[in-house]
């Protein structure tokens, strides 16, 4: 892809409350995946930019835990705010840097201040218990955070991944090093430089530019007490390996290839608009997307035919347009790798009902992809199996509910699944026996930090925003002290001659 010559910026990792400058010279272009422009030279920092990162994180999170909760929750609510009004700003480089439309990365400055205000509110209820085990004892449990936890971030949605990662673990009590995507890293600069701005002790938050050496380097530091990974399978096998050597604990965000289950007595029009959405939003970038719809024989012509027609409406073409429905893959590698498996359906052999090339009237250097609908998909084909990460929805036939959830489970993956039908009996079989960590009836990719979120099977282990943050965040420990002098001893006077 050759580029344009706009004036691109050049962008430091920021450490220590500052953008600082790295120990090497090496960059990294970030470019506009929408018409090829390159935004910024961006740092490829190193093990010794990591190292000095860890260092002020840790001084950083001894001083955050210094302070009244009270105190630290006004840095959250102010940091929520400044997000909030900084919206455009964010969601407009996030769209010049990855291709998401506008108008859905604008909703992700408002979405991520929610989450941050939940994480606010969580800030002094990090609590233990107390255990009525012996008498003249008292015991309890503490619980506390892990120092610097290392966030190891995607490239599909920016600023909320940011947002939804770094608010648990400080509101938890960490400092955090951040480790953005090469292929998205300008949003994450801006937002750290928020959060000091609202009051952030200097290097509570830092981020390192830079790709796999750069994130391996975060995994493998002895300073860093936890890793929280979102990305592919592979890559989160890497950093558990890494992370294992020092005994980090490590939360796993990974990959999906979720089901979209469609029974004959489903409300037909949400479930179409659900599936439709379901895999063309962020054009299929998205890890919860419903990329294989699994469609009762009874209506799949039919249902097959209504997707078909939904799916020739979507305008695709310049993300920056207020209109448009689907912008450009986020990077060449990306592009490369969705026009790969759509090499590899044809070869396999299924149909390509609609879409599969590059639509008419957008950027020559723009990498784009039409929404694409596979049909005579057998359960063995790779785009049946494998996570694609882009514009295709893979469609399967099934008769029975005993077929439904075989299909569905017959992938490695176990991040998310969907299921329509209006009979509630068959809907809560179906929760029971699909296995996904997340199931949604009648509705898909509903999100509330205070509901569970995170995978199975290879899609993962914990949860790095949700319901199960605060235990990616901290450890628990215990204290038992004997006060009443009257209390039985363990039989430690055994040993000393009586
Ligand atoms: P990726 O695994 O290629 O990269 C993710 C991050 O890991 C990047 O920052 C990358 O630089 C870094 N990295 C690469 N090699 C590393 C190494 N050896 N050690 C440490 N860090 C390393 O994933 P991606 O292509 O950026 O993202 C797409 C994947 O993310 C998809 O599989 C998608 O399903 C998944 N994802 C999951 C969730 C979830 O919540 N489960 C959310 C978003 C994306």
Redesign the pocket.
């Known amino acids: 892809m050759s580029t344009h010559s706009v004036t691109p910026v050049r962008e430091l990792p920021f450490i220590g409350g500052a953008p600082r400058e790295p120990h090497s010279s090496a960059t990294f272009e970030a470019v506009n995946p929408a018409n090829g422009e390159i935004l910024a030279h961006v740092a490829d920092c190193d093990a010794v930019d990591v190292d000095r990162a860890v260092s002020v994180a840790g001084a950083a999170q001894r001083e955050w835990m210094s302070w009244d909760a009270g105190r630290r929750i006004a840095v959250l609510l102010r940091w929520a705010d400044a997000v909030e009004q900084q919206r455009a700003e964010l969601g407009e480089t996030d769209t010049r840097n990855m291709g998401r439309v506008l108008r859905e990365a604008l909703g992700d400055g408002a979405a991520s201040a929610r989450m941050i205000r939940y994480w606010a509110g969580q800030v002094d209820r990090m609590t233990g218990h107390q255990v009525p085990a012996n008498s003249g004892h008292l015991s309890y449990t503490t619980r506390e955070p892990l120092g610097v936890i290392g966030v190891?971030?995607?490239?599909?949605?920016p600023v909320g991944?940011f947002c939804s990662r770094v608010a648990p673990a400080i509101a938890c009590g960490n400092a955090a090093v951040v480790?953005?995507?090469?292929?998205s890293p300008l949003s994450a600069l801006r937002l750290a430089a928020l959060l000091s701005e609202a009051g952030a002790p200097e290097g509570l938050v830092n981020v390192v530019t830079?790709?796999?050496?750069?994130?391996?380097?975060?995994?493998e530091h002895p300073g860093i007490g936890g890793v929280t990974?979102?990305?592919?399978?592979?890559?989160?096998r890497?950093?558990a390996h890494?992370a294992a050597e020092t005994f980090k604990k490590t939360v796993?965000?990974?990959?999906?290839k979720s089901p979209n289950i469609v029974f004959e007595d489903a409300d037909l029009d949400a479930a179409g608009r659900g599936a439709l959405w379901g895999v063309f939003n962020n054009a299929g970038?998205?890890?919860?997307?419903g990329t294989r719809l699994l469609v009762q024989r009874s209506i799949a012509p039919e249902f097959i035919e209504q997707l078909r027609r939904r799916a020739a409406r979507i305008r695709v073409g310049d993300p920056m347009d207020p209109k448009t429905h689907m912008g450009p893959l986020a990077s060449q590698?990306?592009f490369e790798r969705v026009s790969n498996y759509l090499r590899i359906a044809r070869d396999e052999g299924a149909r390509v009902l609609s879409g599969g090339g590059t639509p008419k009237d957008t950027h020559p250097e723009g990498l784009f992809v039409e929404p694409t609908v596979l049909t005579e998909v057998s359960q063995s084909m790779r785009v049946a199996r494998e996570?694609i990460?882009g514009p295709i929805l893979s469609v399967l036939v099934f008769d029975d509910e005993d077929e439904a959830v075989a299909l569905a489970n017959d992938v490695e993956y176990g991040?998310s699944a969907n299921i329509w039908t209006r009979d509630l009996g068959r809907m809560h079989r179906m929760a029971g026996l699909v296995q996904a960590g997340t199931i949604w009836g009648n509705t898909m990719r509903l999100h509330h930090p205070g509901l569970w979120?995170?995978?199975i099977k290879a899609?993962?282990q914990g949860s790095?925003y949700a319901e199960g943050a605060i235990e990616g965040s901290t450890r628990v420990r215990r204290v038992t002290i004997r006060f009443d002098e009257a209390a039985p001893t363990p039989a430690w006077g055994d040993l000393d001659g009586d």
Do not use: D, H, Y
């Not at 830079?210 to 995994?219: H, K, L, S």
């Not at 990974?229 to 989160?236: A, N």
């Not at 796993?252 to 999906?256: D, F, H, K, R, V």
């Open positions: 190891i971030m995607p490239w599909n949605g991944s480790k953005p995507s090469e292929m830079g790709g796999g050496v750069t994130g391996a380097a975060v995994a990974f979102t990305g592919s399978v592979p890559t989160g890497r950093i890494a796993l965000e990974l990959g999906g970038q998205v890890c919860v997307a590698q990306q996570e990460f991040l979120f995170g995978g899609s993962g790095a």
